[in-house]
Structures are given as C-alpha cells and as structure tokens.
C-alpha cells in the first residue's frame, strides 16, 4: 500500500540500463527516513514454504502481481497480513519476491552487517585450516547470494581485489551501496569488478556487462588455494575468476594421487590437476575446450614446478577416441559444466553424465579412481550417483565410493532453500 509519503523516484543508471524504483519515504524519524513501501500479498494457502525459512515467492502464488519496476523493495505479507520482511519484486521473473529476512528497509548499514557476518563466517570456516591448506580467506567465496541473505549477490575474493556478480534486478538497483559497504568491510580494496556476464541475468531482465566498479584490476593476480599456486586473471576469466567451490574436494584428490597418472578432463585453470601434481601424481594431463583455459593451466603449471600436458578437445569426443586406442589412467576426474539449467533438461543431461563417466570408466586401469562431479543443480545427488552407477552395471564394474563431497564451506547451504545445494562429488574407486 502506498501510504502517509512522498514519492521519491530514484533514477538509478547502470552501465546505460536505467532502473527506476520508488521510494515512498516518510519523515516521521529524524535520525533516518523511513520508506514504506508497496506491500504484495501471498494467496491463501501459499505461505507454507516461507513460513518454513524459504525466501522466494513465485509469481503464481502472489494474489496479484502489481507494475512496478523490477528491482522494486516491497514487503512480502501472507493472506491474512501478517508480514515476511522486506525483499526484491521483480515482475517478469518467476521468482517474484526475494526475501531479504529484515524488517528494515534495505539500506548500506544492512549491506554492511551482511557482508561483515559473511566475512566473520569464512574467517571462522576456511581460516583455521592446517598450514597446508589455505590459512585466511584471501582467496574466497565471501558472499554467497541467498545463502548469506543477500539475494542475488555473489562476491569472490582474491586479496585486495573482488570480483561481484549480480544476479537479481533488486542488488542491482542497489549496486553503488554494494560498492560503499564492501569498501567499508574491507578498507584496503584496491579494486573490484563485476562479472556480469552471465547469461542468468537474462532471466532477470538484466544486461550483460563487465565493468571495473572501484579502483584497477591487474591483467592477472597471484592467488592462493590449498597451497597451490594461481595466476588468475579476473578480467577474462570464467565465471568470477576461479572455481572456489571444488576447493575441499580438490585437497581431497590431492591427498590420494600420490604416483597416479591423472587425467583432469573439464580442468577449467588446471584445479584439480595442480592439486594431483603437488600430492606426487606421477603422470598429469588436462583437457578443455578453451585455449584461455589452457593457457592459465600453462601458467598455473610453471608457477608451481609441475609438468602438465594440456589437450584442447571435447572430453567425450576425447574419451571415445582414447578408449578406442586403449589409453589407460588411474585416475580420471570429470568436473564438466552444469548439463542441466533447468528441471526439463534433466533427462539430456543424465545421458550427458552418464555418457562421459562410461567412457571415462573403462579407461581406468585396475583400481582406477572415477571421479564424479556435477554442478547442476536439477540433477539430485541420489539421481546422479544412481545414473553413474547403471553405467557401471552396464559395463559390468563395480564401483566402490571412497568419497563425497559437495561445495565447500564459503558456499553454504541455506536446508529451507534447496536451490543453494548444487555441487555433488564422488570418488569411487573402479573394481
Ligand atoms: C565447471 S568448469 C571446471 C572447473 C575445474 N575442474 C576446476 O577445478 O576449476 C568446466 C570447464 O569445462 C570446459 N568445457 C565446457 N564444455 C566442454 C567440453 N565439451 N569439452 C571440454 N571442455 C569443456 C569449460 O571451458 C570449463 O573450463
């Protein structure tokens, strides 16, 4: 409802997209103004997920989907008004409503305080690691969207500089007090960036850019992982310059690949090889499809003293070709990109898993390790494991599972979200 206030609109210009916001403020308090905002009302009936912690309203369950911009603050009520906080609207996306959990109106002290309790997080999570593994949170997943209450924003740190992504038209609107309350939690930035150049945005009615938000961003960076060296380079890598969820599951292999020949298929900046090669991995190789890729695993290789061998292929069009010429590894891991998007895709992409760890399976000498990685978030863990293991009925193998892993812990899981689970792991030794 829009009541006792002055409408202020708020023209916000981002990179040439212009969101425009209404804030409705009243005067009543003299320290700050406080807005009252659009209240948007859940059906009867439809509360039960968020009354449970979920923090999305979709758009069939809202009694009626008001015009305003996307991006608008308005305050989530169920049928009989009782309120659910604050969170983002966004009419032309299904989730309609994301909820930020404050009563407050969103403003830089709140942005401050999550990112402060994000950051006290990973120092009490990834900090007191034994001296081999990464012993701060240089290199980080700082904030976690949802999952840190903070829909729709992603900021990984690699020292002094950040990386953001923004994946929600009401963090968007909010951008430039993202920028102040991160320069407020971490005084000595010397600069960040955002990676919006995802095609997830699209969903949200967002641009694609990619823009140097505060100070410079080198061509490359030296970071550090689990002890592994890394020259990461934000600007043109994927995603937000590395891949910081497979860290737990990277040592992991680490401590296991001692004289293994180890093919890192999928390798991305050379991960999970580089942590093969400095637990004693006799033989390394690794695939992707992209030349920038291989040209960091190159880098990454020479900065840490290893020899790895860089193929640039299709993995199961390599995985055919090899297993017809009979080329065998101990190991072979198989972290490849999310195959399914959304919940129709999953039967294509089971076929896609299941395709690369056949092929990958019958390649492995007695004993071999099979590792097993998907980051779709539509394909459940017990759905992945049980495709794998069909494969494995078919190709007459038995599969022993040694281990599993999800995303590490600066990637929490919210239980009352399912939607921030997405990263499965397996380990199984072929017999
Ligand atoms: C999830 S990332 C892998 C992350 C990596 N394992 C790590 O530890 O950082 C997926 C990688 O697969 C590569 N890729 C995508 N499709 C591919 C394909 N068909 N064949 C080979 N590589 C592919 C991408 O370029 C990307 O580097």
Known sequence: MLTDARVMFAHVQITGFVILFPYICSLKNNRKHTMEIYKVSLKKNCDTRIKFGHLWAFSNELAELPKLPAGTIVELCDFAGKSYGHGFYNPSSLISVRLLKTFDVPDKALFVKRIGEARHLREAVLGNMTSERSQSIDMCRLVFSESDLLPGLIIDKYGDYFAVQILSAGIEAMKAIVVEALLEVFPNTKGIIEKNDTKLREIEGLPMTSDILFGEIPDTIISQENGVKLELSLKDGQKTGYFLDQRNNRYFIRSIAKDLSVLDCYTNQGGFALNAGLGGARKLAAIDCSEVALNA?????????????????????????????????????????????????????????????????????????????????????????????????????????????????DHPILLSLPETQYLKFFVFQVV
């Open 297 to 409: 695993v190159r880098a990454n290789a020479k900065l840490n003293n290893l020899e790895i061998e860089t193929i640039k292929a299709d993995v199961a069009d390599y995985l055919t070709k090899a297993g017809e010429r009979g080329e065998k590894w101990d190991m072979i891991i198989l972290d490849p990109p999310a195959f399914a998007k959304n919940r129709k895709s999953v039967p294509k992409a089971k076929a896609a898993y299941g395709k690369i760890n056949r092929l990958a399976m019958k390649m492995l000498n007695e004993n071999g390790y099979l590792i097993a990685s998907s980051c779709s978030h539509h394909v459940f863990e017990d759905v992945f494991r049980e495709t794998i293991y069909r494969e494995a009925c078919k190709a007459g193998k038995q599969l022993k599972q040694i281990f599993r892993g999800t995303q590490a812990p």
